[in-house]
């Protein structure tokens, strides 16, 4: 047996800070912590419709190859045709996932010599994205445009600015108009990444980059699937040109099998569900608003998204307080150092359309009780 005694070292170290990770299975419990936040994940009639779908088409649940092999089912030109008219886009492009566009996006685009300038609390993804490509990268503080005009104001190179329109651990959303004008004052080009924005923001729920109409002012716009939209994969919006260049250098869409048509006709069914839905949009931003206005003994972001944040500082206190609310039938997750920085521990309470009024009041009742 090969020695992986220094994997247990380092698992033990986590283990100490009472950071250590595993699998949760699936329980009964209400759901404040999934990223499903219309529901579709588990709406009968929406999986009916794909389900349909596919049958109707024999659609296949294996691609073949990659889509520059074998991959490449006329579904996902039709698909991404759809999606592009949708959110007001020369081009789309589908890539596996969220990760995998954020990541082929930002190595493929940015070369050496080249800037990139990301706001602190990018997700993951975009991050190693940045790591993996040749540019030099500097952060600038969270939503902070005299940090970032510091920054961009000594550039003088091609530069990228990389941003989320609703940040995932503190659920506030970016300035974007802010942000186009500073690109434009120092001719950078704009990355947002929509993945929490993507279903949820806007009268059909495009996104916050559409709802304030500033599309065309960004290179690029990411959303993914695997949160309000209830499938799975992502596209990368931009132009014709960016579209043949990320089919020429994206390394996480050259050299991986594509989904499957299945999974496509599933994307391409969400498409035609989630704009229709302003009822559930509705009652998700009253149960947002809700929350907002209560009282709670602990430190409160302000959040207009489904991502309502509870700073409760110190790894072992806001696991005790996770543990008390999943034992009160509550499935709500703490968000633990090094995931956040160290003193910035927290809860991450999820809203979804799906949570009624009642759901709410007993998960305020157990907070204020605590």
Known sequence: MQNDSFLLEKL????????????????????????????????????????????????????TGSRLISGNHPLFEKTEIKIARFHHAEEALIFNSGYDANVG??????????????????????????????????SFLHNDMRNLEEKLKRLKRRSFVVVESVYSMDGDEAPLEELISLCNRYEASLIVDEAHATGVIGEKGEGLVQ??????????????????????????LGSKTLKQYLINYARTLIYTTALPPSDVAAISVAYDYFPKMKEERK???????????????????????????LIVPDNE????????????????????????????ERLRITLHSFNTFEDIQRLIVCLQNY
């Open 283 to 309: 009652h998700l931003q009253q149960l947002i608003s809700h929350f907002q206005r209560i009282n709670l003994p602990f430190g409160k972001l302000p959040s207009n998204t489904p991502i309502q944040i």
């Open 317 to 344: 206190e806001v696991l005790a307080l996770a543990n008390t609310l999943q034992r009160k039938g509550l499935d709500i997750k703490a968000i633990l150092s090094p995931t956040v920085p160290k003193g910035k």
């Open 105 to 138: 996006l930002i190595s493929a685009i940015a070369g050496r010599g080249d800037a990139i300038v990301y706001d602190n609390l990018i997700h993951a993804s975009l991050r190693d994205g940045i790591r993996l490509s040749l540019a030099t990268a500097y």
């Open 12 to 63: 033990e170290v986590r283990e100490q800070d009472l950071a250590l990770r595993s699998l949760k299975k699936q329980n009964d419990r209400i759901d404040f912590c999934s990223n499903d936040y219309l529901g579709l994940a588990r709406n009968k009639a929406f999986q009916k419709e794909i389900n349909q779908e596919v049958a109707r088409n024999l659609y296949a649940h294996g691609s």
């Open 211 to 236: 709802q304030l109409g500033i599309e065309r002012e960004c290179f690029a716009r990411i959303h993914t699937f695997g949160k309000a939209l209830g499938v799975h994969g992502a596209v990368v």
